[in-house]
């Protein structure tokens, strides 16, 4: 409205002035009936902006004498409750629709219209879709009881800035105990722990993440892997009979899971406890609490008596099984037995061939010096 009276303003100086400045005012004539009036066309527009200031004055006068009456106040407050309404209702449409900007607009207008604290909420859900978290959190402070939204305002935070968990642990932790089965809190929680490397606090959520099936299969497995591996880390660096304490403290069931056994077996392997690590391994494997084909991608097969019997008997049983052909051709390559490992693993190649094999054939290859084979194995392990 402002700069329509300065458009105006300046229209009417336009016309004042130029007439002036030209020495010629110009005249209009106004016929009415009988009547005439001769006037300036200067003094014509100025007369008509005061009386159209005027007239806005008288109306919006008349509409205070209106609204304050009973029945003004209830016309008018129908009308805007009823534009209010309408304007949720779009708003609501528009976000079951996922139109998320046509639901923030018309939450935003409904809001003008009417300060409802359900528009608020309705707003702030809005604005946080739209990853506007700051705008999200302001709409908060005008939902009906803004102090028992602290969950909202600590997820709207947090997916502003993950950063911000290192300063806000103490009451992600409260709030944990307090929504143990709230899923984005849980997610936020999780990503959480890992920047912080809490890794306790990551595997105690996993429970609570199995019963709301937040993670898939995949996504449990390598966290449980990962989060435990961390924590055989922190123990080996205590020692090598810290690290052996630590497994044997963990339950049977905790022993035998796939991901905690291959996190221990990686921690061997990286303190060169080669014994125990060829003994977990094969044990594992007998019992099937373990997998060959896991070993053989995060390579975590090593040279030891217990091991290397549990694969050549079994490729007594099976002597045309991939798997087995490649793991021995890996542990060969490990004792540079050369010859060994470049008959498992060209044949391993033949049955089964994959971008590990290769990789492992072409190593080989550049061991024994032919390197037009070793060549050709990287390329091939290019294109698989």
């Known amino acids: 409205m402002k700069y329509a009276w300065i458009i105006v303003l300046l229209l009417i100086a336009g016309l004042f002035i130029g007439p002036l400045w030209d020495g010629n005012t110009g005249y209009m004539l106004i016929a009415l009936g009988n009547y005439t009036v001769e006037t300036s066309l200067v003094a014509a527009v100025i007369m008509l902006a005061v009386a159209i200031i005027l007239l806005r004055v008288l109306v919006g006068f008349i509409m205070r004498l209106v609204r304050g009456t009973s029945w003004g106040l209830k016309w008018f407050g129908e009308r805007r409750t009823s534009k209010a309404k309408t304007a949720l209702t ?3 449409e528009a976000l079951v629709n996922g139109d998320l900007h046509t639901a923030s607009s018309a939450f935003n207008r409904s809001w003008q219209l009417r300060h409802d604290g359900t528009v608020a909420l309705f707003a702030s859900y809005a604005a946080a879709r739209n990853e506007d978290f700051a705008q999200a959190r302001e709409w908060l402070q005008h939902a009906p009881r803004p102090g028992e939204l602290a969950l909202a305002e600590t997820l709207f935070t947090l997916q502003q800035d993950p950063q911000q968990a290192a300063n806000r642990m103490s009451e992600i932790q409260q709030l944990r105990r307090d929504y143990p089965r709230h899923p984005q809190l849980l997610r936020l929680a999780l990503n959480a722990y890992q920047n912080l490397h809490r890794w306790d606090d990551v595997i105690a959520c996993l429970n609570d993440a199995d019963r709301l099936q937040l993670l898939s299969e995949t996504e449990r497995s390598e966290l449980l892997e990962k989060a435990y591996r961390e924590r055989f880390l922190a123990a080996g660096r205590e020692g090598q009979a810290s690290l052996a304490t630590h497994w044997r403290n963990l ?49 975590l097969l090593v040279p030891g008596p217990e091991l290397r019997d549990y694969l050549q008997s079994q490729l007594k049983k099976q002597p045309e099984d991939g798997l087995l052909l490649q793991a021995m051709g890996q542990i060969a390559l490990l004792t540079k037995e050369w010859s060994l490992a470049e008959r498992a693993l060209r044949r391993s190649a033949e049955l089964v061939p994959s971008r590990r094999v290769w990789l492992d054939l072409a190593h080989v290859y550049a061991a024994q010096g032919n390197s037009q084979a070793a060549l050709e194995a990287y390329e091939k392990a290019l294109r698989d």
């Open 251 to 299: 339950t049977r069931d905790n022993r035998r899971t796939a991901p905690i056994r291959r996190a221990y077996l990686a921690v061997l392997k990286i303190y060169q406890q080669l014994d125990a690590a060829d003994k977990v391994a094969a044990r594992g494997l007998k019992r099937g609490d373990l997998k060959l084909a896991h070993l053989l991608e995060k390579q």
């Open 90 to 92: 779009e708003g609501a």
